[in-house]
């Protein structure tokens, strides 16, 4: 039977006054407690399937001589995450036959979709791309589409494991987790292969083809790569673990819906309604200034990895430098955003974020002629992750501003997921025109793609921003 869900909590009123104030010791501990700790390597789940799928792949991809129009085509995968909307509500209402009953809802939901991704792990491991490409394809898509449903199912059992006051440490320990799992699976991937290669790659030749504008001369090793995507296939085991190890967590009280039309209503069309009710005509703006601020850096994203392979960058500079050091500088950039926004608000940071992101894009230009420059890749990578986290804060903090707290979840899952859709999409034609045109051409005209940003950010801070209840 179609169901809904009526909520038993009380009101936000009552919820913020069950705030319990706490010392500084107090505070602190609680990100030593269990449910935080569990919310820490959940986390790690939820990041690890990420870079696997998008750029990770299309590094192995390019080093097994696969072609950039193919690439970035390919990069549609990531569509999945754009798209997790759609499903939700199933994740959110429908029991798993036999799981549910064992371990609840939403941990059934969590086991199911991290044994998807274990399974897609391994067949991508296995499968050389060189000769069987579509199975590779097919994996990457179950990995993605387990990975979007983790995501769905994850986001529920946080806020229904804990209470309101320990919220910010579970999501906290949430982003610590994820960040933690990109650096394993960005730079940890590219250790174990770069282990595990019989010979080493010498980049110089590498460099003098991608100086050329041709693709470089790497040996594709597929044991190397088999041996390095295992393991992160064993890594998700921590997830797993992590799932048996969490208490089921209350289960909400639902009522049958009358019909599936009363279902899909509420569900998806009554928090799209309430946001172009609140801002009417410009609501059109505020979502075309959702669906393309990233654009640039998105476009731009997808070209990056094969570009380190063309210009002759090793897997262990790639681990060394993009993977960790960009990592930790987007998380630099982050707080820098967080804190400017404070200070001088959200719109005029979004603003600097969007420039800085497209002057970035003009830096890997500049680095495109310069064939391999290791000095050079730091400093781009560190200029491009800085402001990536920057325009990353202030986004976040805007589409925060946008929801009704009536519909927070389902509204901010519409808005995350819409700001992917078009910029995925065109970023599918990036290999295509890099092929045609070149990486300097490429990277100027991601940089230009920010133009139409900026007119859209000063119209909208032009609108008043409903109040969000």
């Given at each position: 039977?179609?169901?809904?869900?009526?909520?038993?909590?009380?009101?936000?009123?009552?919820?913020?006054?069950?705030?319990?104030?706490?010392?500084?010791?107090?505070?602190?501990?609680?990100?030593?407690?269990?449910?935080?700790?569990?919310?820490?390597?959940?986390?790690?789940?939820?990041?690890?399937?990420?870079?696997?799928?998008?750029?990770?792949?299309?590094?192995?991809?390019?080093?097994?001589?696969?072609?950039?129009?193919?690439?970035?085509?390919?990069?549609?995968?990531?569509?999945?995450?754009?798209?997790?909307?759609?499903?939700?509500?199933?994740?959110?209402?429908?029991?798993?036959?036999?799981?549910?009953?064992?371990?609840?809802?939403?941990?059934?939901?969590?086991?199911?979709?991290?044994?998807?991704?274990?399974?897609?792990?391994?067949?991508?491991?296995?499968?050389?791309?060189?000769?069987?490409?579509?199975?590779?394809?097919?994996?990457?898509?179950?990995?993605a589409f387990g990975s979007a449903t983790q995501d769905i199912a994850l986001d529920a059992y946080r806020i229904e494991s804990a209470d309101v006051d320990?919220?910010?440490?579970?999501?906290?320990?949430?982003?610590?987790?994820?960040?933690?799992?990109?650096?394993?699976?960005?730079?940890?991937?590219?250790?174990?292969?770069?282990?595990?290669?019989?010979?080493?790659?010498?980049?110089?030749?590498?460099?003098?083809?991608?100086?050329?504008?041709?693709?470089?001369?790497?040996?594709?090793?597929?044991?190397?790569?088999?041996?390095?995507?295992?393991?992160?296939?064993?890594?998700?085991?921590?997830?797993?673990?992590?799932?048996?190890?969490?208490?089921?967590?209350?289960?909400?009280?639902?009522?049958?819906?009358?019909?599936?039309?009363?279902?899909?209503?509420?569900?998806?069309?009554?928090?799209?309604?309430?946001?172009?009710?609140?801002?009417?005509?410009?609501?059109?703006?505020?979502?075309?200034?959702?669906?393309?601020?990233?654009?640039?850096?998105?476009?731009?994203?997808?070209?990056?990895?094969?570009?380190?392979?063309?210009?002759?960058?090793?897997?262990?500079?790639?681990?060394?430098?993009?993977?960790?050091?960009?990592?930790?500088?987007?998380?630099?950039?982050?707080?820098?955003?967080?804190?400017?926004?404070?200070?001088?608000?959200?719109?005029?940071?979004?603003?600097?974020?969007?420039?800085?992101?497209?002057?970035?894009?003009?830096?890997?230009?500049?680095?495109?002629?310069?064939?391999?420059?290791?000095?050079?890749?730091?400093?781009?990578?560190?200029?491009?992750?800085?402001?990536?986290?920057?325009?990353?804060?202030?986004?976040?903090?805007?589409?925060?501003?946008?929801?009704?707290?009536?519909?927070?979840?389902?509204?901010?899952?519409?808005?995350?997921?819409?700001?992917?859709?078009?910029?995925?999409?065109?970023?599918?034609?990036?290999?295509?025109?890099?092929?045609?045109?070149?990486?300097?051409?490429?990277?100027?005209?991601?940089?230009?793609?920010?133009?139409?940003?900026?007119?859209?950010?000063?119209?909208?801070?032009?609108?008043?921003?409903?109040?969000?209840?």
């Amino acid at each position: 039977m179609t169901t809904s869900y009526t909520a038993t909590t009380d009101s936000n009123s009552s919820d913020a006054a069950a705030i319990v104030k706490r010392s500084w010791a107090q505070t602190l501990k609680v990100y030593l407690e269990p449910p935080t700790l569990r919310m820490l390597l959940l986390g790690f789940a939820a990041g690890l399937p990420l870079l696997l799928v998008l750029g990770t792949l299309s590094f192995r991809l390019r080093e097994a001589g696969i072609d950039r129009t193919t690439i970035g085509f390919l990069s549609w995968v990531g569509l999945a995450y754009g798209f997790k909307w759609v499903w939700s509500p199933l994740v959110d209402r429908m029991p798993i036959p036999l799981l549910t009953h064992w371990l609840g809802r939403r941990r059934s939901w969590l086991l199911l979709s991290q044994i998807v991704i274990i399974a897609g792990l391994v067949g991508m491991a296995l499968t050389n791309p060189q000769n069987d490409l579509q199975s590779m394809v097919w994996f990457a898509v179950a990995v993605a589409f387990g990975s979007a449903t983790q995501d769905i199912a994850l986001d529920a059992y946080r806020i229904e494991s804990a209470d309101v006051d320990r919220q910010a440490a579970m999501a906290s320990a949430y982003m610590t987790g994820y960040r933690i799992a990109m650096i394993w699976a960005g730079a940890g991937v590219f250790w174990v292969a770069a282990f595990v290669e019989v010979t080493p790659i010498i980049p110089a030749a590498a460099a003098v083809a991608g100086a050329a504008g041709e693709a470089a001369k790497v040996v594709y090793q597929h044991s190397a790569w088999q041996t390095a995507y295992l393991v992160m296939a064993a890594s998700m085991l921590l997830g797993v673990i992590t799932v048996f190890w969490s208490p089921k967590p209350a289960e909400r009280a639902f009522v049958p819906a009358k019909n599936a039309a009363d279902w899909l209503k509420g569900a998806l069309i009554e928090p799209f309604a309430d946001f172009v009710r609140r801002y009417k005509w410009q609501a059109a703006l505020i979502l075309a200034l959702i669906a393309t601020y990233r654009i640039s850096d998105v476009v731009m994203g997808i070209m990056a990895n094969p570009f380190y392979v063309d210009m002759g960058y090793t897997k262990l500079e790639v681990a060394n430098v993009t993977k960790v050091f960009g990592v930790i500088m987007t998380l630099v950039g982050a707080f820098i955003g967080g804190v400017l926004s404070m200070r001088f608000g959200v719109m005029r940071i979004l603003m600097l974020g969007a420039i800085l992101s497209a002057v970035s894009n003009l830096l890997f230009a500049w680095l495109g002629g310069r064939g391999h420059d290791l000095t050079a890749l730091i400093w781009v990578i560190s200029a491009d992750n800085l402001s990536s986290g920057i325009a990353s804060a202030a986004f976040i903090a805007y589409l925060s501003s946008l929801t009704n707290i009536n519909y927070s979840a389902t509204q901010y899952a519409l808005f995350s997921s819409m700001m992917l859709l078009f910029p995925k999409f065109l970023a599918g034609y990036s290999g295509k025109f890099v092929d045609a045109f070149g990486y300097v051409d490429f990277f100027n005209a991601t940089a230009m793609l920010g133009a139409p940003v900026l007119l859209l950010i000063w119209l909208a801070s032009r609108i008043k921003t409903s109040e969000n209840s």
